[in-house]
């Protein structure tokens, strides 16, 4: 090899580091993201010939570099090359590919598509996908920044179907909601409000990108491409990402309905359906009308608590919300009779007397069902977990109560820095160690558990279930 050569091979950044460039990992509009030497260690070149806009761009990874992006799940960029070339260095964990390969994958295999959705992780997978986007997301707004060009090409997750690991790889849009000056979008996920040039990105352009993100995935259908597109001429398309055409399921206009691919009754006994609805219907003429991402969040998080295994095809099933019998629930795949051992915890929130009495004086007892329910199958561990109405936080908190179940029973963590107690018979009893139900014991009795969070004497919250 020449020293040209090596030359063109090696980039160095403003610190002096130099970085060996060995193959190219995915390519965009504005640049090339490559593997280097190092490992996780990434570097994009920035390829606009136009001078003024390399400049703009330098400038905006500069002050991008400034931003906290601490604790997010971002390729962010660590420093600038040295000049005169244009573009940065950043970190990215490795064994990850772009989302879009599992939608390419799915077409691929459209013979057989029930069971290639099931070998890329199935409903769960998805769902832990889209959660640990849109916890990303929240947190990104949350300090004050929107994300901009948001596409299954620039996020990337786990090679390994069995996890779900999930990044940001393309930060170049990321800009203060009240400074973006942005207009760029990837075709089939731009807001209808930015494709047809009337508004700028802003946190609510991420809210449409994620929402047609979250429905591709699910269902394996573009919102907006049913029937009339696809029978259509290429103009009813640009139409309908417009926002002139209604979206696939929507009940008042069916003209534009979708009869392929996987329906969304795998997630309907869920706030989705309604969430899709409010985004691709009142969100596309007003924006403020779509669900935030922490409603995403929050309703993406319940469905990863009630999702259990099929023990005969494997498949992973959304289990009922509160008011359905979970003995007339079968695999959605295989019809099979749900889990007989699965644990069922309800939350409740417990009121004092006085407080009962003064706010909720009809309640028969001092307790309030929020209608939340998480399903614990044998050989798996889950957290129940405090939901706040934001859910803004970076971590779960410490009153998030661990639960496993294995072949000897259920086992409960205490918390380490709030009060546990369980109660079946007589007072509450303060577990202050690990506690543990034999599976022997398992319905002897037909008086619930409580897990009480906190005081039993104050407000607090109850997770009931039967052993």
Same mark, same amino acid.
């Given at each position: 090899m020449t020293a040209t050569q090596r030359s063109t091979r090696q980039v160095l950044d403003e610190k002096g580091t130099r970085y060996e460039l060995l193959s190219e990992m995915s390519r965009g509009g504005q640049g090339v993201v490559y593997r280097t030497h190092l490992p996780n260690v990434l570097v994009k070149g920035f390829i606009h010939k136009d001078l003024d806009a390399k400049q703009r761009w330098h400038q905006h990874i500069a002050w991008l570099i400034r931003q906290d992006l601490s604790g997010l799940k971002l390729a962010r960029p660590l420093a600038l090359l040295e000049p005169p070339r244009f573009?940065?260095?950043?970190?990215?964990?490795?064994?990850?590919?772009p989302l879009q390969s599992l939608l390419d994958s799915f077409v691929a295999a459209e013979h057989d598509a029930a069971s290639d959705y099931l070998a890329q992780g199935g409903l769960r997978r998805r769902i832990r996908i889209l959660c640990q986007l849109a916890r990303t997301l929240n947190q990104l707004h949350g300090r004050g920044l929107l994300y901009g060009d948001l596409s299954p090409a620039n996020i990337f997750v786990s090679d390994d179907p069995g996890f779900a690991e999930t990044w940001l790889i393309d930060c170049d849009n990321i800009s203060l909601q009240a400074h973006s000056g942005l207009t760029l979008h990837t075709p089939d996920y731009g807001a209808p409000e930015v494709v047809?040039?009337? @508004?700028?990105?802003?946190?609510?352009?991420?809210?449409?990108?994620?929402?047609? /993100?979250?429905? =591709?995935l699910l269902t394996h259908n573009h919102p907006f491409k049913g029937e009339l597109v696809e029978q259509g001429e290429p103009e009813e398309e640009d139409a309908a990402l417009r926002g002139e055409h209604p979206w696939i399921n929507d009940l008042d206009n069916p003209e534009n309905a979708c009869f392929a691919n996987l329906p969304m009754q795998l997630a309907e006994h869920s706030r989705l359906p309604a969430l899709f609805s409010r985004c691709f219907e009142q969100g596309k003429?007003?924006?403020? @009308?779509?669900?935030?991402?922490?409603?995403?969040?929050?309703?993406?998080?319940? /469905?990863?608590? =009630?999702?259990?295994?099929?023990?005969?095809?494997?498949?992973?099933?959304l289990m009922p919300g509160a008011g359905a019998d979970l003995a007339d629930m079968n695999c959605f795949f295989c019809d099979a009779p749900v889990d007989a051992n699965v644990v069922l915890f309800e939350e409740f929130i417990f009121l004092p007397q006085e407080e009962k009495d003064a706010e909720f004086p009809e309640l028969p007892d001092n307790r309030i069902a929020t209608?939340?329910?998480?399903?614990?199958?044998?050989?798996?561990?889950?957290?129940?977990?405090?939901?706040?109405?934001?859910?803004?936080?970076d971590r779960w908190p410490t009153d998030h109560v661990r639960i496993e179940y294995t072949d000897k029973g259920l086992g409960i963590q205490p918390l380490p820095d709030s009060a546990l107690y369980l109660q079946r018979d007589g007072d509450p009893k303060l577990l202050e160690k690990f506690q543990g139900l034999k599976e022997a014991l398992r319905g002897k009795h037909d008086t619930p558990y409580q897990l009480h969070i906190g005081s039993p004497e104050k407000s607090h919250v109850i997770w009931q279930f039967q052993w």
């Amino acid at each position: 090899m020449t020293a040209t050569q090596r030359s063109t091979r090696q980039v160095l950044d403003e610190k002096g580091t130099r970085y060996e460039l060995l193959s190219e990992m995915s390519r965009g509009g504005q640049g090339v993201v490559y593997r280097t030497h190092l490992p996780n260690v990434l570097v994009k070149g920035f390829i606009h010939k136009d001078l003024d806009a390399k400049q703009r761009w330098h400038q905006h990874i500069a002050w991008l570099i400034r931003q906290d992006l601490s604790g997010l799940k971002l390729a962010r960029p660590l420093a600038l090359l040295e000049p005169p070339r244009f573009g940065y260095v950043m970190e990215l964990m490795d064994g990850l590919v772009p989302l879009q390969s599992l939608l390419d994958s799915f077409v691929a295999a459209e013979h057989d598509a029930a069971s290639d959705y099931l070998a890329q992780g199935g409903l769960r997978r998805r769902i832990r996908i889209l959660c640990q986007l849109a916890r990303t997301l929240n947190q990104l707004h949350g300090r004050g920044l929107l994300y901009g060009d948001l596409s299954p090409a620039n996020i990337f997750v786990s090679d390994d179907p069995g996890f779900a690991e999930t990044w940001l790889i393309d930060c170049d849009n990321i800009s203060l909601q009240a400074h973006s000056g942005l207009t760029l979008h990837t075709p089939d996920y731009g807001a209808p409000e930015v494709v047809r040039g009337e @508004a700028l990105l802003s946190s609510l352009t991420d809210c449409w990108s994620f929402a047609v /993100i979250a429905y =591709r995935l699910l269902t394996h259908n573009h919102p907006f491409k049913g029937e009339l597109v696809e029978q259509g001429e290429p103009e009813e398309e640009d139409a309908a990402l417009r926002g002139e055409h209604p979206w696939i399921n929507d009940l008042d206009n069916p003209e534009n309905a979708c009869f392929a691919n996987l329906p969304m009754q795998l997630a309907e006994h869920s706030r989705l359906p309604a969430l899709f609805s409010r985004c691709f219907e009142q969100g596309k003429h007003d924006a403020t @009308a779509r669900p935030g991402i922490a409603e995403w969040l929050e309703a993406l998080t319940e /469905i990863d608590e =009630r999702i259990i295994d099929c023990a005969e095809c494997t498949a992973t099933s959304l289990m009922p919300g509160a008011g359905a019998d979970l003995a007339d629930m079968n695999c959605f795949f295989c019809d099979a009779p749900v889990d007989a051992n699965v644990v069922l915890f309800e939350e409740f929130i417990f009121l004092p007397q006085e407080e009962k009495d003064a706010e909720f004086p009809e309640l028969p007892d001092n307790r309030i069902a929020t209608g939340r329910r998480v399903y614990l199958q044998q050989g798996t561990t889950q957290e129940l977990k405090r939901l706040m109405p934001s859910f803004s936080y970076d971590r779960w908190p410490t009153d998030h109560v661990r639960i496993e179940y294995t072949d000897k029973g259920l086992g409960i963590q205490p918390l380490p820095d709030s009060a546990l107690y369980l109660q079946r018979d007589g007072d509450p009893k303060l577990l202050e160690k690990f506690q543990g139900l034999k599976e022997a014991l398992r319905g002897k009795h037909d008086t619930p558990y409580q897990l009480h969070i906190g005081s039993p004497e104050k407000s607090h919250v109850i997770w009931q279930f039967q052993w």
